[in-house]
């Protein structure tokens, strides 16, 4: 009988001298594999797609056992057999003698019985046959480890039912070891459920760094910096084939660099390797699946029947996970998918030079949907892509508030700043947008240079009758033109001007809400309060600053502008600390700071605002620790999600916690920091709070008091003191010193700084550089 059978076919291959050892998986297969006298497991199923080195790891599992590295995993008398399968193999007679012939290679005496039963003409008794061999493993007693290779290519039914029935009535002396590009149609899930199985897939066998490193270096003979091979891997997802491919092309190579920076999937090996042994296997119809979503940054069953116009993508996804076809889950659910990186810059490339006339189509299809599923970002992604800059201008309108109203500066500027110039020009909409972002930037002379040409475009709409006067539109773009009106003329100083264009604004707001609803006028007074907040703030009155900035809360939260909300807490809280009020501002701070618990808010980047008013707060409450937490959280948020002016007044917070602890060269270098923030916006409000900062650490010895009668030092520390927000009783506390000595000490202070009240002497304090 196996004088006819490929004899190669039973060939296990060895090692690779110069391969890279796979420990870490040896490890995960040795562990609980042998109980002492049989397999604890019946079955390892490595199951990953092409080029992730499965029969590269499946000859090192079988060497690794027979050559047991540590003595716990021995196992005496092992032996192993192998049978490398092809497509002839789809015959369950052949492929019963084959797996005969690969156990006799190891046990000779195994499948005397079994082997005559399969020489029938007629009709080969196969499971009388396969009961027989399972019998006569079970008298060998020998344990032995069986491996059968590409069973991807075995579709048959019948092996199917055949190897069903040996895992369960497998006997204890025999372990089976598959690799597949596919998941094979065995009952998995019960062995998973019972512990019988061990399952390593891509993501166990992709390459890490490390292992990366040590494949260029003695596998591929090439000495690359440690960048490069991070580059690579993380280009590659931990790819083998996608790691060889790149070194092939390298070979030779004088600049490595510039290959490893545009290395893509587009790349020719990548494209030769991919084309024969992954796209061109599949059918038809899931080759024009697979090119169709691969425009898609994630995938789901619902988008994909939207981009494919077709019903059946819940199959398709789940034949495609069946299959290996590097489709990466990304929820437990199994809901949402993504491809390979480098497998999808194939596909797309693919698509790109077989149907770009359908490019256009498949985007405007999957941008309709994610803007219905409310997935506005996905949405602008493809309708950039169609491109359709006149559908993309609608889409901005349409979701830039939400994305401005969470704090994400970077996504609202990327959009806005992606349409050509003259779009937001021209379009009141879209400038109107594009000015607000100015505004969070801090760059309010350029919100300047845009409202005249956005100001001229609107009176074009409205005498045109484009924009009719009693067009609900019309009365929101106005209000937001007089808004950023009033932010120019408070930059540039004249902050009556300011004022009297949002108090003439300010009786209009109650309109909206019988026009166009109770949201709008929230996100009316909101605006309306905040600025006229900073505008008295800048007319240095704090009080009226502080009674605006106290009601903008209710109406930002109402209509979701947190950060509105933020923002104005920042401001509000400069205020109170000028006011003296430090138990409030920290109150203020700690009450907005709770919405971020709320996983609805969970993830905006705005709250960094109010991280680092609080942790303001805290320096001069003296509560280093804490201070020092917020300050780096609120910091790194901040220059995460591109807020730069934000994070200048960061700094600013920053140099004066580290002042304050008397730390002169980071205090120094955080207003440096500062500094080279505000070359690049030209913000006056900055700018003299940078001067301000950089005067303070200037005169880091006390400052020469301006009184007749300087205060004694005793005096200073109970100053500083009353500055914090102290009681009385709590300065004798901090200074050791009777209460009625405090209260002496405030009198002597009341009476050299001229004043009669507590807040009266932190103003005149602060404003003299006392404190």
């Not at 008398?77 to 015959?91: I, K, P």
């Not at 166990?204 to 690579?232: I, K, S």
Request: glycine share 4%; with cysteine; net charge negative.
């Amino acid at each position: 009988m196996t004088a006819t059978l490929l004899q190669t076919k039973l060939y296990r291959p060895t090692p690779r001298p110069d391969g890279v050892s796979r420990e870490r998986l040896c490890q995960q297969f040795h562990t609980g594999l042998w109980t002492g006298q049989a397999f604890a497991r019946k079955l390892t199923l490595v199951s990953a797609p092409a080029g992730f080195g499965k029969t590269t790891l499946i000859v090192e599992l079988g060497f690794s056992v027979l050559d047991a590295p540590e003595p716990q995993f021995t196992i005496e008398n092992l032996t192993s057999a192998w049978l490398a399968l092809d497509d002839a193999d789809n015959d369950p007679v052949r492929f019963l003698r084959y797996v005969i012939a690969a156990l006799q290679s190891a046990l000779p005496e195994v499948g005397r019985e079994a082997a005559p039963l399969l020489e029938s003409s007629a009709a080969p008794a196969l499971e009388e046959a396969l009961a027989s061999l399972i019998n006569e493993l079970a008298a060998a007693g020998c344990p032995i480890i069986l491996t059968l290779d590409d069973y991807h290519v075995i579709h048959n039914a019948g092996i199917t039912t055949l190897l069903t029935f040996l895992l369960e009535h497998q006997p204890p002396n025999l372990h089976l070891i598959i690799a597949s590009r596919s998941d094979p149609a065995l009952p998995l899930a019960r062995l998973r459920a019972r512990g019988q199985l061990l399952e390593l897939r891509a993501r166990d066998l992709r390459f890490t760094e490390a292992e990366a490193a040590a494949f260029f270096t003695q596998t591929m003979g090439l000495e690359l910096r440690p960048e490069w091979v991070a580059a690579l891997e993380q280009r590659t997802e931990g790819w083998i084939a996608g790691l060889q491919l790149a070194a092939l092309s390298m070979q030779g190579r004088a600049d490595n660099q510039a290959f490893i920076e545009n290395f893509t999937g587009g790349q020719h090996f990548v494209l030769e390797y991919l084309v024969e042994e992954v796209l061109q296997r599949q059918p038809a119809a899931l080759q024009q699946f697979l090119l169709e979503t691969s425009i898609l940054q994630r995938l789901c069953a619902p988008l994909c029947d939207a981009v494919t116009a077709a019903a059946e993508s819940s199959a398709t996804l789940a034949e495609l996970q069946r299959r290996n076809l590097f489709i990466i889950p990304l929820d437990g659910a199994h809901t949402w998918f993504r491809y390979h990186h480098l497998f999808a810059e194939f596909l797309k490339s693919h698509l790109k030079r077989a149907r770009a006339d359908m490019l256009p189509v498949l985007h405007r299809r999957a941008a309709e949907w994610c803007q219905a599923h409310d997935y506005p970002e996905e949405a602008l992604h493809h309708a950039f892509a169609i491109p359709d800059y006149r559908y993309v201008s609608r889409l901005v309108v349409d979701n830039w508030r939400r994305i401005y109203h969470t704090g994400r500066l970077d996504t609202a500027v990327r959009w806005l700043e992606a349409l050509p110039g003259d779009l937001l020009r021209q379009s009141p909409p879209l400038g109107v947008a594009y000015g607000w972002t100015l505004f969070i930037r801090g760059n309010y002379d350029q919100i300047a240079a845009y409202l005249d040409d956005i100001t001229q475009a609107f009176d074009h709409m409205v005498a045109s009758g484009e924009l009719p006067v009693e067009h609900p539109e019309y009365n929101i773009i106005l209000q937001q033109v007089i808004l950023l009106r009033a932010i120019v003329l408070r930059h540039q100083g004249d902050v009556a001007g300011a004022i009297r264009e949002v108090e003439h604004l300010l009786p209009t707001i109650a309109e909206l809400q019988h026009t166009l609803g109770q949201t709008i006028a929230d996100m009316g007074y909101t605006a309306c309060y905040s600025q006229m907040g900073y505008n008295y703030a800048a007319a240095n009155d704090l009080a009226r600053a502080d009674a605006y900035l106290s009601r903008v809360g209710p109406h930002a939260r109402a209509c979701g502008n947190i950060f509105s909300l933020a923002h104005a807490t920042l401001e509000w809280t400069r205020i109170n600390l000028a006011l003296g009020r430090v138990e409030r501002a920290e109150e203020i701070c700690r009450r907005e700071l709770m919405l971020a618990e709320q996983p609805a808010y969970a993830n905006y980047p705005a709250f960094c605002l109010i991280q680092l008013a609080l942790a303001d707060v805290l320096r001069v409450k003296q509560a280093w620790d804490e201070a020092e937490s917020l300050l780096h959280q609120g910091l790194e948020t901040a220059r995460r999600s591109g807020h730069e002016y934000y994070l200048a007044q960061g700094y600013l917070i920053a140099a004066r916690l580290q002042h304050a602890q008397g730390k002169s060269t980071p205090a120094q270098e955080a207003v440096r920091q500062a500094e080279q923030i505000a070359a690049a916006i030209h913000n006056r409000f900055l700018d003299e709070a940078i001067a301000q900062a950089r005067q303070t650490l200037e005169s880091q010895a006390a400052p020469a008091q301006p009184l007749i009668e300087p205060l004694t030092e005793r005096e200073l520390d109970v100053l500083r003191l009353i500055c914090a927000g102290r009681s009385n009783q709590e300065i004798a506390d901090a200074l050791f010193i009777a209460l009625d000595t405090v209260k002496r000490h405030a009198n002597n202070i009341y009476g050299k700084l001229s004043v009669k009240r507590r807040a009266q002497a932190i103003l005149e304090a602060r404003r003299l550089g006392l404190v």
